[in-house]
């Protein structure tokens, strides 16, 4: 398995650049996650990380050597594609052992590794069955399988999951991840869905537009978002946000939104100008006092919790609460905030100003 780095990656296509100025280190035998929405640019660094593209200047490490200018066949990774691609005419077997017969390996060695790895997959019992007669899921890990085979130094995984329904694509996730832990494969795995990034992540990589957001452990993206854009792109519901014009001073722990004070984390720098209040639904919190209220709108039951959206002054939040607490349309309630995670964003850039909450967030622009 193997460390990979990227320094400064970029990549055009004519006058359109996809990936800008993008760096970041994937440590041995991590799963490494690129999330973002279509078009930000995770697949083309992927592409380039395995060797199918080309980068129009930075660099690659693998393993400690440069190969950013090295054809795919020449860095030892194995991809594994959506649409699993996978060769019709050919059985389980067939499919699973080709990387190994075409490097000229002997048929015992073969055998021995296809039957190890159908093993750790579970695939025993269709080794000899064709390929268009089986489920998705089976399809999958056959993908899985012919890219395992070969133990090469690190897994791209370009959404592999994407094809499946919701309820099996949320098992092979689990699948997946154990699987990734039995071996202590180096992974690098694309995908749009910020649940199964913040699922299976070791370490996610937040991109839009070619940029890369935040670079960072799943908890601490969620809760130290580096831009709106990764505060309202990760969680369900996303970050609530209230506009405002204010200042705060070095080492201010509340802010003035028109007549109302609200606690905030302890600031390291002082601003002046359009800010945004960021606060996530759960930890918002409902009474039946409080001087800022608001008009309940709807009330999303969720089993043992809800999704109360309420309007107030200063725009729409919505608050995730317990079940048992009874709210219904037209309710004036007011409305709290847990000052310790409050994010205060500059409305203009869009980043993250510094407290004691965001302190230490790696972002990268």
């Given at each position: 398995m193997a460390e990979i780095v990227i320094n400064n990656l970029r990549k055009e296509f004519g006058d359109f650049t996809a990936v800008q100025s993008s760096s970041f280190k994937i440590e041995d035998g991590e799963f490494f996650m690129l999330l973002g929405p279509s078009g930000c640019g995770?697949?083309?660094?992927?592409?380039?990380?395995?060797?199918?593209?080309?980068?129009?200047?930075?660099?690659?490490?693998?393993?400690?050597?440069?190969?950013?200018?090295?054809?795919?066949?020449?860095?030892?990774i194995a991809f594994v594609f959506q649409m699993f691609a996978l060769y019709p005419h050919?059985?389980?077997?067939?499919?699973?052992?080709?990387?190994?017969?075409?490097?000229?390996?002997?048929?015992?060695?073969?055998?021995a590794k296809v039957a190890e790895v159908a093993r750790i997959l579970g695939i025993e019992g269709i080794l000899d069955r064709p390929?268009?007669?089986?489920?998705?899921?089976?399809?999958q890990r056959v993908a899985l399988g012919r890219a395992i085979v070969r133990s090469p130094k690190a897994f791209m995984m370009d959404e592999p999951l994407g094809a499946l329904d919701a309820e099996f694509r949320e098992h092979m996730a689990e699948e997946l991840r154990a699987l990734h832990?039995?071996?202590?494969?180096t992974t690098v795995y694309v995908t749009h869905d910020q649940l199964e990034a913040m699922q299976m992540g070791d370490k996610i990589v937040v991109m839009n537009h070619g940029v890369i957001e935040q670079f960072g452990r799943p908890q601490d993206i969620y809760d130290k978002p580096a831009t709106m854009f990764v505060a309202d792109f990760i969680g369900s519901p996303s970050m609530n946000f209230l506009k405002f014009h204010g200042s705060v001073e070095a080492g201010a722990t509340s802010v003035r939104m028109g007549d109302h004070a609200f606690g905030i984390p302890e600031m390291r720098e002082p601003f002046d100008g359009d800010m945004v209040f960021g606060v996530r639904p759960e930890h918002i919190h409902l009474s039946d006092a409080g001087d800022f209220r608001g008009e309940v709108l709807a009330a999303e039951y969720l089993g043992t919790t809800q999704i109360v959206t309420v309007k107030t002054a200063g725009g729409r939040i919505k608050?995730?609460?317990?079940?048992?607490?009874?709210?219904?349309?037209?309710?004036?309630?007011?409305?709290?905030?847990?000052?310790?995670?409050?994010?205060?964003?500059?409305?203009?850039s869009g980043r993250a100003l510094r407290s004691d909450l965001n302190e230490g967030v790696l972002a990268h622009g």
């Open positions: 995770k697949t083309t660094t992927l592409r380039m990380i395995a060797g199918l593209e080309l980068p129009t200047s930075g660099e690659i490490y693998i393993d400690g050597e440069e190969v950013g200018r090295r054809p795919a066949s020449e860095r030892d050919m059985n389980v077997r067939r499919n699973i052992s080709y990387p190994l017969v075409s490097q000229g390996m002997p048929r015992a060695e073969v055998r390929v268009g007669g089986l489920s998705g899921g089976d399809r832990d039995r071996m202590g494969a608050a995730r609460v317990g079940s048992d607490r009874r709210v219904r349309m037209g309710d004036h309630v007011g409305i709290g905030f847990d000052a310790a995670r409050v994010t205060l964003f500059d409305s203009q």
